[in-house]
């Protein structure tokens, strides 16, 4: 649920961009929907690898988390600071936060 909720904002945001870079509107709605299948393919494919070693899985997410830890501190934060968007971004991830624990704590 959680990797599902990340992944709408995720699309919008690379369609956006695509359209930015002048690339049709129907163009970026197909190359952001492909980026998702992969994800749907690769978990799959994860999740039929699990069965396969389940004692790597803990390491395996843990090392997950970590990357993307590193990727919100060094990259992310930094860049959403920047012209002024303090405050909007500071209350977006604090929102994003608050959502991830309130699905944790449902299912």
Do not use: C
């Not at 998702?36 to 390491?59: A, C, D, H, Q």
């Not at 843990?62 to 968007?85: R, T, V």
């Amino acid at each position: 649920m959680a990797i599902g909720a990340q992944n709408a904002p995720e699309g919008l945001l690379v369609a956006f961009f695509l359209i930015n870079q002048r690339i049709s509107k129907l163009k970026a709605f197909i190359i952001a929907t492909l980026t998702g299948v992969f994800e749907i393919v690769t978990s799959l494919l994860g999740y039929l690898l699990t069965s396969v070693v389940k004692g790597l899985v803990p390491y395996g997410l843990s090392f997950a988390a970590g990357a993307m830890l590193f990727i919100i501190y060094k990259e992310l934060i930094p860049e959403s600071h920047g012209d002024g968007n303090e405050r909007v971004s500071t209350y977006a991830f604090i929102m994003g936060l608050l959502l991830m624990v309130f699905i944790i704590d449902i299912f």
